[in-house]
């Protein structure tokens, strides 16, 4: 129990803020043009959902978490860390989930009211990780290949996935596809707190201070997704 204790955060990410800043870049160097793709779906898949096509709009992200899974996490991130393969498979439930969804139709919400707090929020979220989270990279002095986006690298997947969940799903068809995403922006926004990295680990600079901007920005996102999800959870029982 006490040699337990004594471990802390850092001692569970086995490589510096320069490292994850070259891993961002490999993804960004090797896929690229690819990403104009991926955020086409992501906006098609926001249309589609406030459109009220949710089977649609709930298959589309489905390859993209299998392809982060495999190209992000199991050939790249599991170099770095042991527990990355594990996570690339986590990915790849998560895509296998929401095709389940899709093909069943279990917990879609056909006609979200977008007037609703949570369709609100989760479209928030969505365009935080389809246009805010990409820009964080330049905006703070990296490069452009440093830019993370949607179906490329993981944190805006997980992101932008959890702001389409408010707007696609209820009950528990909502609360399972936010698990796998909700834990990994946490684990992502402490591994930026701990590599001390800023914005989306931007730069590779060290930045000074115990919260960075980078987890702020998925801290803060974490929060407004679980209390959507709460008050979604909250609008379903009373509309029955």
Known sequence: MNDWASYQLQDFIPFTADIYVRLL????????????????LGAATLVLALSHRTRL???????LWAFVAIAFFIQRYAELNWAGGYVGYAFI?????????????FGLNKAPRRSSPPVI???AITLFGLIILPLMAPLT????????????????TAITTLGLALILLR???????AIIPALWVLISALTLQVLHATGAAASGAVASGAAVPGAVALFTVLAF????????????????
């Open 25 to 40: 870049e490999r993804m960004g160097e090797t896929f690229w043009p690819l990403h104009l793709l991926t955020l086409a």
């Open 57 to 63: 709009a709930c298959l589309l992200p489905a390859p």
């Open 93 to 105: 439930s998560q895509a296998v989930l929401l095709v389940l969804i899709a093909l069943t139709e």
């Open 121 to 123: 929020i989760g479209t």
């Open 141 to 156: 002095g990296g490069s452009w290949y440093q830019a993370e986006v949607f179906g490329i690298h993981a944190d805006p």
């Open 171 to 177: 009950g528990l068809a909502l609360w399972a596809a």
């Open 225 to 240: 997704a679980l209390l959507g999800v709460v008050w979604k959870s909250f609008e379903s029982q009373s509309a029955r």
